[in-house]
């Protein structure tokens, strides 16, 4: 019977309905209710960094070298000392389990089994330990500060023991950002509202019976399980608004989290040159040039754009990443042709797991990964450990600082 579901939601996403990540955004808002769909999708304010994010791989083209026999190309990468099949890395997505089922075991298990890493948000309803044993992949736990620095330290320790690789702090979360499409669908009122309040807002969840029934199925609203209150337990389910407010983390508490982790250290959240040697001098193993999907600060340069510049201001001390944007494996090669190791992805599988849970986050993968290989052999190069800026024209003023 579960076999049989499980055939049923991986040919829901098989080509030809399903051939790049826009359909499986298209999957995932037909099964979710606007209030999820709209999470995984929206931004902050105006929404300019999200699209920003998107556009600036738009204004990179290519510079292949044609009548090259490409037979085989190697994807391979290290990253933080571990060998990855692709450089792609889930990045942490909060609220999975609102998504599909156990969402977060789903999504960690799809990327050990295609060789690539996975990282757990802090606000999860899975427990980081249940995480671990869905997946065969490197595992990374993503810390905020929500419930403050013992609450962190018990989720260091369980981390640590559960065998999480690497811990990914996220700096660029002071309050949390105007997200207009959480506010307008009633996430505060849904989430901890009481029935009067909620009541405006039930209707998108009663029009998705199949969500809703899984959702019921697998015991309703979660709690976070990795931030466990000293005296009182897991945390209840707050909205992501409320959860961000207390989630701050400060160049000063990077150096007792340094203490209290001794594995590699990955900063999310660099904006600047200047904000990367910050990275490298707090001892970080790497940074991720990110904007948090254009989620917090509206009006902040895309990533890609940035890129350069901080590659540039860390010299190869630390190995960077980048995420936001990233549509299409095209997309990926020009990230690495600009100096990014891997990439980070959140939406493109997100949306993945909202449409089919473990095969639609499956699905995600192969899509970039298949898009990766056939860009590659377009190029006319072999290895992804060749891609430089001589595949790429950039426009001038990126590489002015
Ligand atoms: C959580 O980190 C979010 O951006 O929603």
């Not at 929404?47 to 090259?68: D, G, I, S, W």
């Not at 260091?156 to 700096?171: D, Q, W, Y």
């Not at 897991?234 to 909205?239: I, K, R, S, T, W």
């Not at 899509?367 to 595949?391: F, M, N, P, Q, W």
């Amino acid at each position: 019977m579960f076999r049989f579901a499980q055939h049923d939601k991986t040919r829901s996403v098989e080509p030809p309905r399903v051939l790049n990540v826009e359909d499986l955004r298209r999957a995932a808002k037909r099964r979710l209710p606007r209030v999820v769909f709209d999470y995984i999708d929206g931004g902050a304010e105006d929404e300019r960094t999200l699209r920003a994010n998107c556009h600036a791989f738009e204004e990179v083209t290519f510079r292949p070298r044609c009548a090259v026999a490409t037979p085989a190309c190697d994807l391979r990468v290290s990253v933080l000392g571990k060998s990855l099949s692709t450089p792609l890395i889930l990045a942490p997505v909060g609220s999975s389990r609102l998504m599909y089922p156990r969402g977060e075991e789903a999504a960690a298990s799809a990327a050990g089994a295609a060789g690539i890493a996975y990282a757990l948000s802090t606000l999860s309803g899975c427990r980081l330990e249940d995480v671990a044993d869905a997946s065969k992949g490197p595992l990374w736990y993503q810390l905020y500060l929500v419930g403050g620095r013992d609450c962190a330290l018990s989720a260091i320790e369980r981390a640590k023991a559960a065998g999480f690789s690497a811990l990914v702090v996220t700096i660029d979360t002071a309050v949390a950002g105007m997200r207009e499409r959480d506010l307008r669908n009633g996430a505060k009122e849904l989430l901890s509202g009481n029935l009067g309040s909620k009541l405006p807002f039930v209707s998108q969840l009663l029009i998705k019976p199949h969500w809703l029934a899984a959702f019921l199925a697998d015991g309703g609203l979660m709690k976070f399980q990795n931030v466990v209150i000293p005296g009182k337990g897991p945390m209840l389910y707050a909205d992501v608004t409320a959860a961000l407010e207390h989630a701050a983390v400060t160049w000063d508490d990077l150096n007792w989290i340094r203490q209290a982790w001794s594995l590699p250290i990955v900063i999310k959240g660099i904006h600047t040159g200047d904000d990367a040697r910050r990275a490298v001098d707090v001892g970080a193993s790497a940074l991720v040039v990110s904007n948090h999907g254009g989620r917090q600060l509206d009006s902040v340069a895309p990533t890609l754009r940035i890129l350069p510049e901080v590659v540039a201001s860390v010299g190869g001390h630390i190995e960077v990443l980048l995420d936001g944007g990233i549509r299409r494996g095209s997309d990926i090669v020009k990230a690495l042709c600009l100096g990014a190791r891997a990439v980070m992805v959140g939406r493109a599988y997100a949306y993945g797991l909202g449409a089919a849970g473990g095969p639609g986050v499956a699905r995600a993968i192969e899509i970039l990964r298949t898009d990766l290989v056939r860009t590659l052999k377009l190029l006319g190069c072999a290895s992804i450990a060749e891609l430089d800026r001589s595949y790429v024209d950039v426009p001038a003023d990126w590489l002015g600082k």
